[in-house]
């Protein structure tokens, strides 16, 4: 079981970047998969996750109306649309899945 997240980088504030986090040897609809992330200094957070099943969702008040979180069962993938980002979502972004697998980060960075 593995999990690899994707398309971090260095944007300007405003920008958009899409994450995906991609899994190997399990289906992303055997878990609720979530998205964490950690700024330095700080603790990780929470950023948003996609249920499995029904694929309901959820997200931190921080990122509401700007992250979109979606699924792709045949892809096993788990996207996180990221559109207007600002600086304090600078921060190292990992995936979940079930709490229980990890992947490494990928590291989004949003300054000008």
């Known amino acids: 079981v593995q999990l690899q997240a994707y398309g971090g980088g260095l944007v300007q504030p405003g920008d958009s970047l899409r994450l995906s986090c991609t899994a190997s040897?399990?289906?992303?609809?055997?878990?609720?998969v979530g998205w964490f992330r950690q700024a330095p200094g700080k603790e990780r957070e929470g950023v948003s996750c996609?249920?499995?099943?029904?694929?309901?969702?959820a997200y931190a008040d921080s990122v509401k109306g700007r992250f979109t979180i979606s699924r792709d069962n045949a892809k096993r993938t788990v996207d996180l649309q990221m559109n207007n980002v600002k600086p304090e979502d600078t921060a190292v972004y990992y995936c979940?899945?079930?709490?229980?697998?990890w992947g490494p980060g990928t590291l989004v960075t949003v300054s000008s």
């Open positions: 979940s899945a079930g709490g229980v697998y």
């Open positions: 040897g399990f289906s992303v609809d055997d878990y609720a």
């Open positions: 996609i249920s499995r099943g029904d694929g309901g969702t």
